[in-house]
């Protein structure tokens, strides 16, 4: 158990950690990713920490050959695209994440649906060091 | 859940919109102006702007395209309507189509006789890049956009769990495209006021004048095939997948039933509003179609009395090729997992038995993403009381639909209008 809030904040400091961390209401049981500091499912107010498997499957994804100045500044551009997509945990909620392990240069609509494990980027030096969730084939 | 009904009867008496492109010299200001004049010339006894009691304006985000935050205000004082309350209304892309439903539920409450609801947005004042940026943040900031996400990316991602499940190709969604230019190629204050075939022949003449090899595009197919021509922004959405980005201004006059018959002996009355939220696309059960539509267009049916057979044109949000082949199936209009294939057999063409997006859509007559949702009803208004010109539909049609989205779903707003 930890104290930390149920908050964007803490969930970046777990990613920081390479740890992807669920919110799970107390009241019904259900999961978060990202985490709730209340249950939208049913109003409830304790929630509690739990480490997710970090296995899912690839629900919808593209490749972007268009980015914003984050991914141009990390490297990417029309000749060097990246991928980006919607991948649905073992534990069944859904998040956003980079996605690593799949030719973004030649994606093919047949990949929805690989499985996936969590992957940690670390971009950034110093103060602006960051974390970034991404999930690899 | 209860049935809702309006507390009064709302008609739309004008309608009106400035040409939309781009317009460096131009400010929202100077566009919603266009707009008014554009609306008051459409309201067939005339309008005394004094009878105005009050305006809602959609804008989705002047602050970051303009560094001019409060526009309604303006908006009012521009048009010389201050003191009068001017209220902006944000929902992103959806901003003026919810900005019609509160003039609506406004003048419905018997607060107002006379209310105008416009829509304002400028883009182009901004560098592509930083227009991208600015689009992005109807996303979630948090956890969408730190993934890569950009807004080409949501749709092809939605496109690519479509495409997936129902066995779409990129070839219905080139259909979209060719059908919204077509439509808007008839359409005067279109941005892309041409056919794809016309934006082929242009290039092949500049070509020709700059001593390049000329290309030798056997179709519009092959032409929208081509990597250079036609190239990709997120897989599998290509560029003429894409609405512009667009400046322009919408304006929509609504008052009470009782009094239309003062402004117009044609009145269009809107019989149907729905309006639904979401959570970011990744906390949906389905990415096949978009919620929000499919709740908020059940409302609008529901209150209407009426059923997708009935609706006779719709205006849908085709911010995307993709986003229109989903609209259609949300709206009802075709079961899930069909509408790809009503776009490939052509049924939703002018001439087809479901005409959709006759305006030329936000694909070709342009995105002002806060103008968009009440531009849909200046489309509707002229279809309805057969004043859309040559892009008229060769049919009486008096019930129609307007479809607005905004973010990916995270609102949606409908209304189903009725000529009596
Ligand atoms: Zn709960």
Redesign the pocket.
């Given at each position: 158990m930890t104290e930390r809030a149920f908050s964007e904040h803490s969930f970046q400091t777990f990613l920081s950690e390479h740890k992807l961390m669920a919110a799970k209401?107390?009241?019904?049981?259900?999961l978060f990713v990202p985490p709730r500091p209340m249950?939208?499912?049913?109003?409830?107010e304790e929630m509690a920490w739990v480490e997710v498997s970090g296995k899912g499957k690839l629900a919808a994804f593209t490749a972007v050959y268009i980015g914003p100045n984050a991914m141009i500044a990390a490297g990417y551009d029309r000749k060097n695209p990246y991928m980006t997509g919607v991948v649905q945990l073992d534990e069944g909620p859904l998040i956003s994440a980079q996605i690593l392990g799949l030719d973004a240069a030649q994606p093919e609509v047949g990949s929805i649906g690989t499985p996936l494990k969590v992957a940690f980027i670390e971009r950034g030096e110093e103060e602006a060091q960051r974390t970034f969730l991404a999930f690899e084939a | 859940m209860t049935k809702r009904k309006l507390g009064r009867g709302v008609a739309v008496v004008g309608a009106g919109m400035s040409k939309f492109g781009a317009f460096p010299e131009k400010t929202t200001r100077d566009l919603f102006v266009e707009a008014f004049k554009d609306m008051r010339a459409s309201v067939d006894k005339g309008l005394d702007a004094n009878d105005i009691e009050a305006l809602y304006i959609g804008n989705y985000s002047s602050d970051l395209f303009e560094r001019q935050g409060h526009t309604a205000p303006i908006m009012a004082d521009w048009i010389g309507l201050t003191p009068r309350p001017a209220t902006r209304v944000e929902d992103a892309c959806a901003s003026s189509g919810v900005a019609l439903r509160q003039g609506l539920l406004a003048v419905a409450s018997g607060a107002y006789d006379v209310v105008l609801v416009g829509g304002i947005e400028v883009m182009n004042k901004l560098p592509i890049a930083e227009v991208t940026e600015a689009l992005a943040t109807a996303g979630d900031m948090l956890y969408e956009i730190p993934a890569g996400f950009t807004f080409p990316g949501f749709y092809a991602a939605m496109a690519t769990a479509y495409m997936h499940r129902y066995g779409a190709t990129p070839e219905a969604l080139m259909q979209v495209a060719l059908k919204n230019h077509d439509n808007g190629a008839l359409n005067e204050k279109a941005q892309f006021n041409s056919t794809i075939a016309a934006v082929m022949e242009g290039k092949r003449r500049s070509a020709e004048k700059k001593g390049r090899p000329i290309p030798t595009w056997a179709n519009e197919m092959e032409f929208l095939h081509d990597d250079r021509a036609n190239p990709m922004i997120a897989w599998p959405l290509r560029l003429f997948d894409c609405s512009p980005v667009t400046d322009g201004a919408t304006a929509v006059l609504l008052v009470s039933e009782e009094i239309a018959r003062q402004y117009t002996d044609d009145p269009i009355t809107i019989i149907g509003s729905g309006q639904a939220s979401d959570g970011a696309l990744h906390d949906r059960p389905d990415l096949t179609s978009i919620g929000a539509a499919k709740k908020a267009s059940q409302m609008a049916y529901e209150m209407a009395g009426v059923t997708a057979n009935d609706i006779k044109v719709a205006e849908v949000h085709d911010c995307f090729t993709i986003a229109e082949i989903i609209a259609t199936e949300d709206i009802g209009f075709f079961e899930p997992g069909k509408g790809h294939e009503a776009a490939e057999e052509g049924l939703t063409t002018r001439h087809g038995p479901k005409p959709i997006n006759t305006s030329g859509g936000l694909k070709s007559k342009g995105h002002p993403v806060g103008a968009s949702g009440a531009g849909q009803a200046v489309e509707i208004f002229k279809q309805m009381r057969g004043k859309a010109g040559e892009r008229q539909v060769d049919r009486d049609v008096d019930l129609a639909l307007t479809h607005n989205v905004g973010g990916t779903g995270q609102t949606a707003v409908v209304h189903i209008y009725e000529r009596k």
């Open positions: 209401c107390e009241g019904c049981g259900a249950c939208p499912d049913c109003h409830g | -």
